[in-house]
């Protein structure tokens, strides 16, 4: 017999014989068979307990974990909760614990939880603990009692050990148990708490440096979070804040917030934390010192991963005008095609003709990999790359609107640009893939390595000239899992897109999972990325749009499935009574 009940669905990803890492995927109402351990979503897709000794001898991508009666959740839901709240509320939860299955030597299975919350919150107080341990005076202040659990973890540190859940996941990470895609998911949780201890670290080197000079006073350096903590006496010597001069100065030149840009980033650019992350810091580099804006970026990666988005959501919020160039249209001069000044002319008209404005922009050579080529009378190709040297290292164009007849120009310097080159490289990858074949990688766990310059020269056809002006930042693979992530999470979705114009005509449009997991295959079949995501979902949601725009008020809800995507006509309707019409 079985029951309504609340299971979240969990990834399965294989790190060894019987051995295996579960994800939260996200979480889903079914149907569950207590007898036979088996959960039934409403799509009617079946799924094993992740500890299930059948799922570990198949191949079976995902697992259930975690039932909860329907009638539970409802009790815990609030007076302005709904039920869809309180689920997504769970999968949050969900979503911050990974688990370790696996069997031991008796044939049972083992199932180890890794918390990362609760390593945070641990993380924390032992950096709090270090914190005080540094501000305090052994001769003002006297040693609290440690509670028991202190006392376990100061054992772990006496004898060069580290806490337990730490190390878990140290040796987790070190034996390949995490892919790329939760390695960054895990980075960026405790990446917050890693900055705290490096604070710290930060004033241990000033104190060392006080007591080699045996100064009375020294200063910690502006971004210190310590300094709002007041002075502390630490023997003869005492901690203050920097003078008020010198933050002032740095608060100038930190002109970009790269956490903050980060978060906004983010919000829509999904499964690609890192990369955003160090785009990031090479532009508040180069805002940091003109001479960096000689170098560029080579920012590479499949087609749909984003690159364009990234570039343009970065601007949107830094405040600086974007110019997408197509590099396949570029041309040196005198040859059929556009010129660089007519781009610039384009872009000092949307800047309202203002010139200073311009010349501070982003400016994004798309497929800039179109343009390779060993051929050093090729112009349309080589004669662009050459003549992007000159672009990079600043220099002054006349822009006009037409290099052959305008006869308005401005003198636009590109100096101050922050230049950023764009492509997929395909050729480098597969060629680098091949090389990497028999031989063992020696790079840090959980970064994945890059092409050489010569990979980009010798397969690529690009110039040692320019690629010696370019630091290449690769965007991450989207597999369909992370194209489902971007169609779930990204605050510009097509889902949510399609969303807000049923809303606007006061139907709520679901979308189910079974629906949203063919989508993400096709576009991850189709190799189109996030890119082809708005097409599918327009193609197969237009009929149904029909329908509720030419009949306001008569329906509450719209449901598409799977069987949209062969056939847009095949969706279910909700009355406002509550009576399911199906269209198919």
């Known amino acids: 017999m079985s029951e309504k009940a609340l299971a979240t669905i969990y990834n399965r990803h294989y790190i060894g014989e019987d051995s295996f890492i579960f994800t939260c995927n996200y979480p889903t109402i079914g149907d569950y068979d207590e007898k036979n351990s088996v959960f039934t979503d409403n799509n ?113 540190y006496e004898y060069g050990e580290m806490h337990p859940q730490l190390m878990e996941l140290i040796m987790n990470i070190i034996n390949g148990e995490y892919s790329k895609e939760e390695l960054q998911q895990l980075k960026s949780q405790i990446k917050a708490d890693f900055d705290d201890m490096a604070e710290v670290l930060t004033t241990i080197d000033f104190q060392e440096v006080a007591d080699e000079l045996d100064e009375d006073e020294i200063k910690l350096p502006a971004s210190s979070r310590i300094e709002n903590a007041g002075t502390k006496k630490q023997g003869k010597r005492k901690i203050t804040n920097v003078d008020e001069n010198y933050q002032e100065e740095v608060e100038e030149l930190n002109k970009i917030n790269i956490d903050d840009l980060f978060e906004k980033v983010t919000r829509t650019l999904i499964a690609q934390d890192e990369p955003a992350k160090r785009v ?79 010349e501070q922009a982003i400016i994004y050579f798309d497929e800039i990999d179109k343009k390779g080529s060993q051929r050093r009378d090729d112009h349309s190709k080589k004669g662009v790359l050459d003549l992007l040297l000159k672009f990079m290292d600043g220099t002054s164009y006349e822009a006009c609107e037409d290099v052959k007849n305008s006869k308005e120009k401005v003198e636009i310097n590109t100096s101050k640009m922050i230049k950023i080159l764009g492509g997929a490289y395909t050729d480098v990858y597969k060629y680098f893939k091949k090389k990497q074949v028999g031989f063992i990688r020696n790079e840090v766990i959980g970064h994945e390595s890059l092409p050489e310059v010569k990979d980009f020269v010798e397969k690529g056809m690009m110039t040692d000239e320019l690629m010696g002006r370019l630091d290449v930042i690769k965007m991450n693979d989207l597999d369909v899992n992370s194209i489902k992530k971007i169609m779930l ?74 069987k949209a995507l062969t056939d847009a006509s095949s969706y279910q309707l909700v009355k406002k009574k509550g009576k399911k019409q199906d269209c198919r």
């Open 489 to 562: 999470l990204s605050d510009e979705s097509a889902l949510k897109i399609q969303e807000a114009i049923f809303q606007k005509l006061g139907v709520k449009i679901t979308f189910t999972d079974a629906y949203i997991a063919a989508v993400a295959k096709q576009a991850y079949d189709r190799k189109t990325g996030a890119r082809g995501l708005d097409t599918v979902i327009d193609n197969t949601t237009w009929q149904a749009f029909v329908k509720v725009y030419t009949s306001l008020g008569k329906y509450e809800e719209v449901i598409i499935d799977e």
């Open 280 to 358: 990031i810091a090479e532009i508040a580099r180069k805002e940091m010192d003109e001479r960096k804006k000689k170098r560029g970026i080579l920012l590479t990666g499949q087609t749909g991963v984003g690159k364009t988005e990234l570039m343009r959501l970065i601007a949107k919020y830094i405040n600086r005008p974007f110019l997408e160039i197509d590099s396949t249209q570029l041309t040196t001069p005198g040859w059929v095609g556009r010129d660089i000044e007519e781009y610039l002319w384009k872009l000092y008209e949307e800047c309202g003709r203002d010139k200073e404005k311009v």
């Open 44 to 156: 009617g897709n079946t799924f094993l307990p992740i500890t299930s000794p059948f799922l570990m001898k198949k191949e079976t991508p995902t697992g259930f974990f975690n039932i909860i009666s329907v009638s539970s959740v409802a009790k815990s839901i609030g007076e302005n909760l709904t039920i869809e709240e309180a689920i997504d509320n769970y999968g949050k939860k969900a979503k911050s614990i990974f688990y370790y299955v696996g069997k031991i030597s008796t044939g049972d299975a083992f199932c180890i939880p890794l918390d990362t919350e609760k390593i945070k919150n641990d993380t924390e107080r032992e950096f709090l603990r270090l914190e005080k341990g540094l501000l305090s005076s052994d001769e003002d202040e006297e040693d609290e009692e440690l509670t028991e659990e202190e006392e376990n973890i100061d054992k772990h």
